[in-house]
Every structure is written in structure tokens, then in C-alpha cells.
């Protein structure tokens, strides 16, 4: 299946599933600091997050998954384009290199960016977007990048088009500058490696969302998050 | 008043012409036929009503009265000043003597004169109102004597004649015929046979007078209306009568509806406190102190928790934060009335903790899955019901529009119809849950879904006001809508915007005709919405569109019409018609828009969908031939396509290179001599896109010379088109070229 295919068949799935979209970026931290126990675990939240969605019905349907993974020679990948879940295959992830915040947060930007546009062209309503960033240190890639990325975000948020979730991983997290991406939400550090936890709370929440009606507020489920969550 | 008369004659009455006066009616949902001469006296009223209905103005809550009116008052006020009055104990009795009443006591009161009543029909009202066994016509008497009486006291009825005589009518006729010389008199009557003996007076020739007789008789606006002295309608009239009466027979409810209520009822919000939250095991009181066990837990929502009980009901079990004074107070008046349907999942009896708290109720077990999830997603819907067809989803409109039907004629509006509240087992057994957010008398219904949520009521918070039935029929329109394109919101667009600014606008982007915006959903929907019977797409394009006839709210289609115009559709498939015209009628994912009879279809060779002949070539549809096979150029890798209409029609190879590596070489586009040095020098033809991309002209100089910028060129300024060696042979074949382009 080459490229063309594969964009005509996504094409296909806006025509023929009218189910309102969640589109969701997961916007992952590979550098070599995450190699180890850490990266094993998020290998199985990942996993988990595709079986809770898989198993869900209505979150079948309305979820669209991209993940985008910041490492190595300080350049950000897009490891999973946007598309019907049937059609993906769960990724597997390997630590090494750096830290390029910026250039993954701006990589995802621009894949929800698109992303929308092609909802917008072919007539499928969708839910505000939704960005999870995590990281377990401090960001050590172009600092204009970073800046830029921080100010995309930020206007994002504030103009409603976009949820942004800054997660922590670890003592070493930078938590400042997660803060620095989510205006009005504190950025929360994951309980030791919970990431299981994290993303069953995550397919929940998108499983509600899908049950609402797109540009309605959803009130997430708060009392989830304590569970694999703290300040 | 109007009966046979020509349809000309009550539009001349009202200033209009014949093609005004239809398009009005059809606008209010009645059609008269062009052609039609006779109209029934029934739908002369109508008519009547119609149009005075909509020339009625409503200027700062007065309604000013309308020329007709006026007309009608006018009459009333010259008998009264220059007749004396006579009311028969018919007029009495007649519906609308109240209306009557209002009208005439004012201008009695304006010009100080009198309604003359006799003993005689006082005494037959009388008789009536103690003696009737008609429980009807005994409160209809014993209500206009009090009346009667009122009306004496202020002076505005006087009781004349003597007691000698029993019958009303006898005395009519000898007063009439006294009186006739010296004054002018009217007889309100409805009776037909005493109204004729007295206009017959008017023919006595022995004696002859200057002063009038006139009867009439109060008419449906309670004004005064002659009598149609005609015989033959006398039969019609009765036969009206009785088709009148039948109907309002009817229309004696046979169960108890709520009241309509106009605003939220005010009154404040206590929270009702709990000690403990009842939880499996637990036993519970109903109103009565019946004991109900929670045995276990079916479901959990955002609101209470449904588990299954020991009776034949389950319980709802309110989570701690949602008791609370109104919501108890709501249960109750909900209880009030009596809902048999088993479908709809309508609270049943309350349920009290054994401290007497306030906790939830019972109500029927719902059975299905929500629509939401097994029809609005495609796959879903085959996989749950791999044998459903457009019969089905027909059926499932009319099922859930019965439902529908029941709770409104008993003044019940759900407000938050969405699909996540309706449960589907087939398409003839549905189930409505979430019934405790419905909108019953001055509770509101505090919930809504913006896709069903009707333009006119869209960023309003729905806790602080009432809904309309208007409002709901714009919930019930996209619903039927979205089941017969499984899933797809009416106002989903092309380059839509967000949900409620596409249904505030009304930009509907399906095709009626030849009226469309050109930004329908691409593919099945397309096809989905073709294959729907003109007068189904016509009753949703008119609800949906902006200029429709059935988009304000006052016009919408209401749930009675929705059921005819479906109860039709089904009738068109159950006896084949659409079948016959059309054999993909019934699929609910047809691959194509509707056959039209007069063109002619072929099967595609590729992709074995039918098309128009005019849209296909050596067999083959025109989608197909502009598709292909996709590779990449061999030289430079830029993406191609070898497209069927290449490898079928025109038999050509497929190229292993891309157009602008085929030579071998860099194609040249111009070669041109330098303005400054003379030299030759080259314009690749890449380089040329790329200057007619940015707008820039061809250069004139050589590179060296573009360089250097030598002052020779300015001075040289004679000849600026360079020298073109290959220009005279272009320009000369350009010249044959054209001569033969087509």
C-alpha cells in the first residue's frame, strides 16, 4: 500500500464513518534519559490506551490517534499519522538522543492543523483536539523552536481550539516548562510510572467526550485523575 | 356564511386574487385545487379562519381588529341603534353566544339600549336546567341564566311580555306581527324553521309598513349572520352538525394530559439531605409502604445509578448531589398522570428510603441498544442488524413518531430528543429512557443536544425556559433525518463551520431540485439523500433550509404531518412502486444517486456501479477512466498515474517517465540572443515555470550582462525585443496553429 492508497483510504473513512471525531496527538518524549523500566511502561500505557479504545464502541469510531515522538538527533517524528484505529497497528518505542521539545510540540500542531482541514473539507463535525505531552526532562533542542511552540499553543488554548494535557514523567520532569504550554491547567506529574493508569483514564475521557455533542463543554472526569496523577 | 361559493367570490371579499388567496391557504397547510369551483361549508370556515387569522395585527399586545371585523361590528352597532333586539332561547343555548356576549354588551353599553328577552324563554331555559337528563345542556342553561341574571342587573337585558302564552315561537310570530308597523325588529335565532315563518312576515301585503323585520343568527365569531333560508342545505347543515359534534366528541380526551405552561415555574431549590445512599440490598418504600428490594446495579450515569429491583420495575437511584426540593416536586407531578405505554421508561411510583427521604423512582425496564450506537454508526448497523433496509428504517421513523404523538397529546415535551435516549430492538420495538429530563408543565427540561436543538433556542441555557412544541418539531425533524442517512446531521457540510453556527445559519446543503450550494457531503450521502421520494426530500429541504416554507417555527411540520408524509413513503414501498422504478430503492448504502426513467444505464466494466450512458465511454464510467495505477517516474520520482482511460481508451503504453524527463534532457522552452552582447543563451523550461510563477518577464540580457548591468543596454534603448532566433519560425507556426485550433 503505498502513500497515495493510504491517503485515498483515509479520505474514505471521513465519507462513510458521520461519527463526530476526537482527534487526539500523544507527543512523546523517546530521548535516552526514558530508556530503561520507563520507556517498557509507556510501551504498555500506549498499548493499553489502543486495547481500552479498540474495546469501546463508541470511542471505536470516534477516536483518531496520531503519535509523534521527540528524541534522537533532535528531531521530531510523526511515528502515526491520523486515521481510522482499525487500520493502525499499536507502535512500539525506543529511547535515544535528546530532548527536542519544541519541534515535537510544533510536529503535532501541525498534524492536528491538518488534520481538522480535512474534517472541515469533507463535512465530519469534531471535538476540540486534544494534545498530551510528556516528557521526563528538561527540553534541550532550538530555543526559538520551543518559544514559538509555547506561544502556538498557549493562543490555541485560549481561543478554545485546543485541550492540552502536559504530563510529567519523573523527578527530573521540568515541570516550569510543561506549565508554560497549559495555561489553564497545572501541568500534573505522573505517580512513579503509572502510565497504565494515565491512559485508561485517557480512553475513558475520550469515550465520554464522544457520548457529548461536539462544541459542547464535556466536564472530565477530576476525580480520575488523582488516581494516577499528583502536584 | 360561505357554502358552494366560488373560491373568487371569498378572495374578491378579502382584496386578493384567486393565485394569492391558494398560495396563502397551501402556506397554512390547506390546499384548495386550482380548478376547484365548490368548497363545502366546512372549508369555507376554514378558509375564513385562515385568512383572518393572518391579517389579524398584533400591535404593542392589542390586536387590532381587521377590516372584516370591523365590518361585522359595525352591523351589530346599527341594529342596536336602530332595531329592537330579540334573543331565542337557541341563541342562547348556541356555542358561541359567549363571543357574542363580549361583542355586543360594549356597544350596548355606548349607546345605552337594551337585548329584549322574553318570559317564555326564560322558562324553557329554565325547564332545561333543572329537568334536562343532557348533563351538557343542563350546565349550558343553568350557565347562561346566571349570565342572563348578571346582564339584567346592569340593564342591558329586559324581560318583556306576559306569562299567558307557552310557546317562545308563538309569541315571537304575534309579537312580530304587532310590532312590525312601528318599529324595526330583529330575531336572533337558530332555528331555521321560526326564522323563516318570521321573514315570511315581511311578504304580508294586506298591511303595509316602512319599518323592518330582519332574523339572523350568531355566527361562528359571535357576530350576526343571515340565515341560509335555502331547503336542501338544511339536510347538509344537519349532516354537518352531526360530523361537528362527533368530532368534538372525540375530542374529549379519553386519558388526562398535563397543562401548558408558558413559563419556568419559580420556586426555590432546597437540597434534600440523605442520611445513607441506598445501594444493592437495600430495601426501599413506595408512596403506599410497599417494600421494594435493590437486588443489583444494571448502570451508572452522571446523574444516579439504575438497578434492578424485586418488582417488575427498576429503580433510579438519585446520586447525592441531584435531591433536591424541585426534582422531588417534578417526580410527583410527573406520577400525577397515568403513562401506559410499557416503551417509554416513565417514572412509575416514587421510592422513599425507610426514613422517608426522597431517593428515586421506579419505572419500566428498557430493552436495545441506543441508537446513537447501533444505527448511526455503518458499521456498526451491519453488524448489529445485517438484514436492515429502508423498509426498516421507514418503520422505525413511524414507530418512534407514534411515541412521540402519545406523550405530546397529553402536553408532555421531551426536549432532549438525541439519539443516546432512544433504544432500538427492531424497528417496530423502540424504548425511550432519560424520561425524568422531560419538559412537564413549569419544569423545563435542563438538558439538550446541540445537533437537535432548534436555531431559534441555540446558546440559551435550557434550565430557564420552556421549550415550544414549535422547538421540538425541529428535534423530531433532524431525527427522522438522521435515520434515514444513518448517523449524518442535517447541517454537516463541506467547509461547514462549527455545529451551531452551520444549524444558525440554515445553509441545508442537499439538493431539491436544482436548488443546491454545492456543498453536499461527498459520497454515500449524496446518493442516500437521492434515492428519498420527492415529497420526503421536499418536507426536509423546506424544515432545513433557510428559505423554505416550513423552516420558521410557527411552520413546522409537526409530528402528525411527519407521520402521514412517512405512512406514504411506506406505502410506496410496500406496494412496489419504488422498487419498480428503481431496484436499489430499499438499500440503505446505495452506490449510486436515483435512476431517473428517461435516461438510459449501463453497468460500469470496473467498478460495477450503474451509470448514465451519457457519463460512460467504450463501457467504462468516467470516475473509472480518470483513475489508475499509481508509480512513481523513474528518473526523477515525482508521483504519476497510468489512468484507465490511457491503458483503455487511448492504448497507450504506460510512460516510465514523467513528461519533463522524457526527452533525455532538460527541455528547452526559449532560446534567445542577449540585447547587450549578442550571445545565445538558454531559458530551461523549469526556470521558465518558476518566472511565470512569480510574474517576472523573461530576461533580455545574458547572465554575464545581467551581472555587470553595463550602461550600453540603457543607451541601446532603440531596439529592446532582443533578437530571437528561433522567433520567426515560433511566431509562424503559432500563426498556423492557431488558424487551426478549434
Known amino acids: 500500500m503505498n502513500e497515495y492508497e493510504l491517503m485515498v483510504l483515509r479520505q474514505k473513512d471521513l465519507i462513510s464513518n458521520p461519527t463526530a471525531r476526537v482527534p487526539v496527538c500523544l507527543c512523546l518524549d523517546i530521548s535516552s534519559s526514558m530508556s530503561g523500566s520507563a520507556i517498557d511502561e509507556l510501551n504498555k500505557g500506549v498499548q493499553m490506551f489502543y486495547d481500552a479504545i479498540r474495546n469501546d464502541e463508541t470511542a471505536l469510531y470516534a477516536a483518531e490517534i496520531s503519535i509523534v515522538t521527540f528524541g534522537g538527533n533532535f528531531e521530531a517524528t510523526c511515528l502515526q499519522d491520523f486515521s481510522n484505529i482499525e487500520r493502525q497497528e499499536t507502535p512500539v518505542l525506543s529511547a535515544e538522543g535528546m530532548t527536542p521539545l519544541g519541534e515535537g510540540v510544533e510536529l503535532a500542531l501541525d498534524l492536528l492543523e491538518r488534520r481538522k482541514q480535512e474534517y472541515r473539507d469533507k463535512g465530519v463535525d469534531y471535538y476540540q483536539p486534544w494534545l498530551v505531552l510528556m516528557t521526563d526532562g528538561a527540553p534541550n533542542g532550538n530555543q526559538r523552536t520551543l518559544d514559538y511552540a509555547i506561544t502556538n499553543t498557549v493562543n490555541l488554548v485560549k481561543s478554545k481550539k485546543l485541550t492540552v494535557f502536559p504530563i510529567g514523567i519523573g523527578p527530573y520532569a521540568d515541570m516550569e516548562i510543561l506549565g508554560e504550554f497549559s495555561p489553564d491547567r497545572s501541568p500534573l506529574r505522573l505517580q512513579g510510572l503509572k502510565f497504565k493508569e494515565f491512559f485508561a483514564w485517557l480512553s475513558n475521557s475520550i469515550s465520554r467526550t464522544s457520548m457529548s455533542t461536539p462544541g459542547e463543554e464535556v466536564k472530565l472526569d477530576i476525580d480520575g485523575v488523582k488516581g494516577w496523577g499528583s502536584l | ?742
Open chain 2, 1 to 742: 356564511m360561505y357554502n358552494e361559493t366560488d373560491i373568487l367570490k371569498i378572495a374578491s371579499d378579502f382584496n386578493i386574487s384567486k393565485e394569492e388567496l391558494i398560495n396563502e391557504l397551501d402556506a397554512s397547510g390547506l390546499h384548495i385545487k386550482y380548478g376547484q369551483k365548490n368548497i363545502s361549508r366546512e372549508t369555507g370556515f376554514k378558509i375564513y379562519n385562515i385568512l383572518m387569522e393572518n391579517r389579524k395585527k398584533v400591535v404593542n399586545h392589542k390586536i387590532i381588529k381587521t377590516d372584516i371585523e370591523m365590518n361585522s361590528i359595525n352591523r351589530m352597532e346599527y341594529y342596536i341603534k336602530n332595531f329592537k333586539i330579540f334573543l331565542d332561547t337557541s341563541s342562547l343555548l348556541d356555542d358561541e353566544i359567549y363571543l357574542f356576549i363580549d361583542n355586543i354588551v360594549p356597544l350596548l353599553k355606548t349607546n345605552n339600549k337594551k337585548i329584549l328577552v322574553i318570559p317564555q324563554v326564560g322558562m324553557e331555559l329554565e325547564k332545561h336546567a333543572n329537568r334536562s337528563n343532557d348533563e351538557k345542556l343542563k350546565e349550558k342553561s343553568k350557565k347562561i341564566i346566571l349570565i342572563l341574571n348578571k346582564l339584567i342587573k346592569q340593564n342591558l337585558i329586559e324581560v318583556i311580555g306576559g306569562t299567558n302564552e307557552s310557546f317562545a315561537d308563538n309569541v315571537f310570530l304575534s309579537v312580530f306581527t304587532k310590532f312590525r308597523i312601528d318599529h324595526n325588529l330583529l330575531l336572533i335565532t337558530e332555528d331555521k324553521k321560526l326564522a323563516n315563518d318570521i321573514e315570511n312576515l315581511s311578504n304580508i301585503t294586506s298591511v303595509k309598513t316602512n319599518k323592518v323585520i330582519n332574523v339572523r343568527k350568531i355566527n361562528r365569531y359571535g357576530f350576526l349572520s343571515k340565515h341560509n333560508l335555502n331547503k336542501t342545505t338544511d339536510i347538509y347543515d344537519s349532516k354537518i352538525k352531526s360530523i361537528r359534534t362527533n368530532n368534538e366528541n372525540k375530542k374529549i380526551i379519553q386519558h388526562e394530559a398535563f397543562k401548558l405552561f408558558t413559563k419556568v415555574s419559580e420556586s426555590t431549590n432546597k437540597p434534600l439531605s440523605i442520611s445513607i445512599l441506598p445501594k444493592v440490598g437495600d430495601t426501599l418504600l413506595n408512596e403506599k409502604g410497599e417494600k421494594i428490594k435493590l437486588i443489583n446495579e444494571i448502570a451508572s450515569g452522571g446523574e444516579g445509578i439504575i438497578y434492578e429491583t424485586d418488582s417488575k420495575y427498576i429503580a433510579k437511584i438519585y446520586k447525592k448531589d441531584q435531591l433536591n426540593t424541585r426534582k422531588f416536586e417534578k417526580i410527583k407531578k410527573m406520577i400525577s398522570i397515568k403513562i401506559d405505554n410499557v416503551s417509554i421508561c416513565y417514572p412509575r411510583e416514587i421510592l422513599y428510603t425507610t426514613n422517608q427521604e426522597f431517593v428515586g423512582y421506579l419505572m419500566p425496564k428498557a430493552k436495545g441498544k441506543e441508537l446513537q450506537k447501533s444505527l448511526f454508526i455503518n458499521q456498526l448497523l451491519k453488524k448489529n442488524f445485517p438484514y436492515w433496509n429502508r423498509k426498516n428504517s421507514v418503520e422505525l421513523c413511524l414507530t418512534i413518531l407514534e411515541k412521540i404523538k402519545y406523550l405530546h397529546e397529553r402536553n408532555i415535551i421531551l426536549g432532549d430528543i438525541n439519539p443516546m435516549n432512544i433504544l432500538v430492538v427492531s424497528s417496530k420495538e423502540v424504548y425511550f429512557v432519560d424520561t425524568d429530563s422531560y419538559q412537564i408543565e413549569g419544569y423545563p427540561c435542563p438538558v439538550g443536544t446541540i445537533n437537535f436543538t432548534a436555531p431559534e433556542i441555540q446558546r440559551k441555557s435550557f434550565n430557564e425556559f420552556l421549550r415550544t412544541f414549535q422547538n421540538e418539531y425541529f428535534a423530531v425533524s433532524t431525527l427522522l433525518f438522521m435515520i434515514m442517512l444513518p448517523g449524518k446531521p442535517p447541517y454537516s457540510q463541506q467547509g461547514g463551520e462549527s455545529p451551531i453556527d452551520n444549524i444558525i445559519k440554515m445553509d441545508f446543503s442537499y439538493r431539491l431540485g436544482d436548488k443546491t450550494n454545492h456543498k453536499t457531503p461527498i459520497g454515500q450521502w449524496r446518493y442516500m439523500w437521492s434515492h428519498l421520494p420527492y415529497f420526503v426530500k421536499e418536507s426536509f429541504y423546506n424544515t432545513f433550509h433557510y428559505e423554505g416554507s416550513n423552516s420558521k417555527p410557527q411552520n413546522r411540520i409537526n409530528v402528525i404531518k411527519w407521520i402521514s408524509i412517512f405512512k406514504r413513503y411506506e406505502k410506496l414501498i410496500l406496494d412496489g412502486t419504488l422498487i419498480n422504478q428503481d431496484e436499489m430503492a430499499l438499500d440503505v448504502f446505495p452506490k449510486r444517486v436515483k435512476k431517473i426513467s428517461k435516461f438510459n444505464y449501463e453497468k460500469c466494466s470496473i467498478c460495477k456501479v450503474e451509470h448514465k450512458d451519457s457519463q460512460m465511454r467504450k463501457g467504462i464510467c468516467n470516475e473509472c477512466l480518470s483513475k489508475g495505477e499509481h508509480y512513481s517516474c523513474k528518473k526523477c520520482g515525482k508521483h504519476m498515474i497510468y489512468t484507465n482511460n490511457q491503458k483503455f481508451l487511448q492504448n497507450k503504453p504506460k510512460f516510465e517517465t514523467c513528461f519533463e524527463c522524457f526527452d533525455g534532457k532538460e527541455k528547452m522552452y526559449q532560446i534567445l540572443s542577449c540585447t547587450i552582447c549578442y550571445s545565445t543563451f538558454n531559458i530551461p523550461y523549469n526556470e521558465y515555470k518558476k518566472l511565470k510563477k512569480n510574474n517576472l518577464p523573461i530576461p533580455r540580457e545574458c547572465k554575464k550582462c545581467k551581472s555587470n548591468n553595463t550602461t550600453k543596454a540603457k543607451k541601446n534603448n532603440i531596439n529592446k525585443q532582443p533578437y530571437n532566433v528561433l522567433s520567426i519560425g515560433n511566431a509562424f507556426s503559432n500563426l498556423i496553429n492557431n488558424f487551426y485550433k478549434k
